[in-house]
């Protein structure tokens, strides 16, 4: 069984920074991607950054810029380095890996940013 475990969510002011960690259960190296996603309510859950296992990496435009996805081979962790951040970044943030051909999803951290 493969498990995604999220932290790093909270509280922060707008301009404000917060890291996001993902653990996995797996070499994190073996997935093909691992991505950041998040869903505020009333809202689909979005795609925020993606980091491909070949290094290719995508950012939403929303937050290119602002966020910086990377990974560590050494502690299998993906993390979310999140900077002047916006009113409209809070939201439920996950982790996602594609492995064998299946997805598997952290269970979530809040995210809240507000003066």
């Known amino acids: 069984q493969v498990q995604l475990v999220e932290s790093g969510g909270g509280l922060a002011q707008p301009g404000g920074s917060l890291r996001l960690s993902c653990a996995a259960s797996r070499n994190i190296s073996s997935f093909y991607y691992m991505s950041w996603n998040r869903q505020s309510p009333g809202n689909m859950r979005e795609l925020v950054a993606t980091i491909y296992g070949h290094g290719l990496i995508y950012y939403d435009d929303s937050v290119r810029g602002r966020f910086t996805i990377s990974t560590d081979n050494t502690k299998n962790t993906m993390s979310l380095e999140m900077n002047n951040l916006k009113p409209e970044d809070t939201a439920v943030y996950y982790c996602?890996?594609?492995?064998?051909?299946?997805?598997?999803w952290g269970q979530g951290t809040q995210v809240t940013v507000s003066s």
């Open positions: 996602k890996g594609l492995l064998d051909g299946n997805d598997y």
